[in-house]
């Protein structure tokens, strides 16, 4: 890793990609700085990740770890698209399994999600990963309805719900073949080994 670079590629084929961006060279990054995830889709460019680079590339390492052995495979209990199935969550509509994280219930389907742009990001989108019933690792990018939380008596959305319902797709779906997995993992691996001797290294 060079380290002038500001950007890192996760390849996902020839013409799509997921890059890592940051404002200062990634080899000099600590736990704690803010980076950007984009995917690169159809000569767009979508945000799908703002976070601490420690706590996002901490993530991706475990969900591909699972998934390269097919330990991530979605709940049996989800029956339809995931993306959709947690904008429903969140509009609190019943009949979902849930699993108890700390001393909060929250419902299954979140065992594959990878990343979630922030509230003030538009547009919204959930990142998944999971198995599907073949052992294949699906990464998908779903839409998120940015008005779950809104007070309907005080905010009218430009959008209602369940407009959002009708227009409902994936904004994509691709099969990541074991090899690029294993080279996003090793990838990640890298750059939090590095920010981990940064944070050492400013400790002494």
Not at 31 to 40: E, G, H, M, Q, S
Not at 68 to 76: A, G, R, S, W
Request: charged share 20%; proline share 5%; hydrophobic share 35%.
């Amino acid at each position: 890793m060079a380290k002038s670079n500001r950007k890192i590629i996760f390849d996902l084929n020839n013409k799509e990609k997921i890059i890592l961006e940051s404002s200062y060279p990634i080899y000099s990054l600590y736990p704690c700085d803010k980076v950007i995830f984009y995917l690169i889709y159809n000569n767009n460019k979508y945000i799908i990740e703002r976070d601490c680079i420690q706590y996002a590339l901490a993530v991706l390492k475990e969900k591909l770890n699972k998934a390269l052995v097919n330990q991530l495979p979605l709940h049996e209990s989800i029956n339809q698209n995931v993306g959709f199935l947690w904008n429903e969550y969140l509009q609190n509509k019943p009949g979902f399994v849930e699993m108890r994280v700390g001393e909060i219930n929250h419902w299954i389907g979140i065992k594959n999600l990878l990343w979630s742009t922030p509230g003030n990001i538009q547009p919204q989108l959930d990142v998944w990963i999971y198995n599907d019933e073949k052992g294949s690792i699906v990464f998908e990018v779903t839409p998120g309805y940015a008005w779950h939380f809104v007070d309907l008596q005080e905010t009218t959305p430009p959008v209602s719900y369940q407009e959002f319902v009708q227009n409902f797709k994936p904004l994509y779906v691709q099969t990541v073949s074991s090899n690029t997995a294993k080279q996003w993992l090793e990838q990640a691996e890298n750059i939090l080994k590095k920010v981990k001797e940064n944070a050492q290294e400013s400790e002494k």
